[in-house]
């Protein structure tokens, strides 16, 4: 939702594709070149921690947009940071995440929480924009 929220933000106040773009960019480029080292952090620190680490932070950061933006203080340079911001977020959650689901459920139950999470996951990514659209429509 916050995705689809920052777009929509950035081309309504902007109108413009090239900067719709960098945005998308500067959200995907961290988990790029941070995933080497996200693994490394994984593998080092105690997996849920960084999971309720990356998910605070998350949380964070969409109050953060969420206060901006109903303040109508929020600048493009703003959104573009808090996408980056987010970008490096997801770069340390997706392999901390998928590691920590091995602690979780056990060797034997492993293939089942693996189905399991890949649905929910992808289910997030399609319900997680259609919520976005709506709320944009009822609220703005």
Same mark, same amino acid.
């Given at each position: 939702m ?5 777009? +929509?933000?950035i ?6 594709? @090239?900067? *719709?773009?960098? $945005?998308g960019?500067?959200?995907?480029f961290?988990?790029f070149?941070?995933?080497? *080292?996200?693994? *490394?952090? !994984?593998d080092r +620190?105690?997996r849920q ?9 998350s949380? $964070? $950061?969409?109050?953060? *947009? /969420?206060a $901006? ?7 493009? +340079?703003e959104i ?5 911001l ?7 959650d997706v ?5 920590f689901?091995i @602690?979780?459920?056990?060797? @034997?139950?492993l293939l089942? %929480?693996? %189905?399991l999470n ?5 289910? /997030?990514r399609?319900a997680?924009?259609a919520i !976005?659209?709506s709320?944009?429509?009822?609220v703005?």
């Amino acid at each position: 939702m916050q995705t689809v929220a920052q777009a +929509w933000l950035i081309y309504r106040k902007t109108g413009s594709g @090239e900067l *719709l773009g960098l $945005l998308g960019f500067v959200g995907q480029f961290p988990i790029f070149l941070l995933s080497p *080292l996200a693994g *490394l952090a !994984a593998d080092r +620190w105690p997996r849920q921690r960084v999971v309720i680490a990356t998910q605070t932070s998350s949380m $964070l $950061l969409a109050f953060i *947009l /969420a206060a $901006l933006t109903m303040t109508g203080r929020i600048t493009v +340079w703003e959104i573009i940071a808090l996408a980056t911001l987010l970008g490096i977020v997801n770069a340390f959650d997706v392999p901390a995440r998928q590691s920590f689901l091995i @602690e979780m459920v056990g060797r @034997e139950d492993l293939l089942n %929480a693996i %189905a399991l999470n890949s649905s929910m996951f992808n289910g /997030a990514r399609v319900a997680g924009p259609a919520i !976005a659209c709506s709320l944009v429509a009822v609220v703005g």
